[in-house]
């Protein structure tokens, strides 16, 4: 079973307000990823980091902003939440090396912005 | 760019029928090709995953099979049981993974 954790699980807060979704992972893996997800519905790519000090868009474009000070900690931030950014937020994280790209996921941060 | 396509996006089955979830990628130098299984509320798990040097590969009731020629890859469900029923992604990978939309598995008891 893999070892990354976010927090919250859930979470309802009013527009405008500045939120932050944590993720940690023991792993030791270099490579870190957010996906958005509407239930049950596709894995959208919004933030991945190849490691330290490095963090790239993904392929849907996102209001919210990532950090990578750390390894294990790659948390997500939106400074005032709206309404449509109410989902799922998957934090995921794979090794370099011959396990490939391996991807482990968190259990999700499900938000809802009223 | 890169495409991973998932047939069908929805699954109905007997319990205790077989399910079979196809899927078709487009870079040819995909070389990983992961399954992963989403139940409600929960993070996608994976499940079973196949290298390109592998043809066919079995793990008690779930067997995944590869066709690079024709960039081709399938999961195959035996014997049905309803905490089968799940969304279940496919996934192909050489440096970058792209992820497959989704089938969306039921199985009625």
């Known amino acids: 079973e893999a070892d990354i954790y976010q927090t919250p699980r859930y979470l309802v807060i009013g527009t405008g307000k500045k939120i932050t979704l944590e993720c940690s992972q023991t792993m030791g893996h270099d490579k870190m990823y957010w996906y958005q997800q509407d239930p049950g519905m596709e894995l959208h790519l919004i933030h991945y980091?190849?490691?330290?000090?490095?963090?790239e868009k993904g392929d849907l474009s996102s209001e919210s902003t990532v950090s990578r000070i750390r390894t294990e900690h790659f948390p997500l931030t939106l400074e005032s939440a709206r309404p449509s950014h109410t989902s799922q937020y998957l934090c995921?994280?794979?090794?370099?090396?011959?396990?490939?790209?391996?991807?482990?996921f968190g259990e999700g941060s499900w938000l809802t912005v009223v | 760019g890169e495409n991973v396509e998932q047939h069908p996006s929805t699954l109905s089955v007997q319990e205790g029928d077989s399910a079979v979830i196809k899927c078709t990628y487009s870079d040819s130098a995909s070389n990983y090709f992961p399954w992963y299984k989403q139940e409600l509320g929960k993070g996608p798990q994976l499940i079973i995953d196949?290298?390109?040097?592998?043809g066919e590969k079995k793990d008690q009731r779930i067997a995944v099979t590869l066709n690079k020629t024709a960039k081709h890859f399938s999961l195959h469900i035996t014997e049905t049981q309803p905490e089968d029923s799940a969304v279940y992604f496919c996934?192909?990978?050489?440096?970058?993974?792209?992820f497959g939309p989704g089938t969306s598995l039921s199985v009625i008891p």
């Open positions: 995921a994280s794979s090794a370099t090396g011959f396990s490939g790209n391996t991807i482990y």
């Open positions: 996934a192909a990978s050489y440096d970058k993974v792209i």
């Open positions: 980091s190849y490691g330290v000090n490095s963090t």
């Open positions: 196949i290298r390109s040097n592998v």
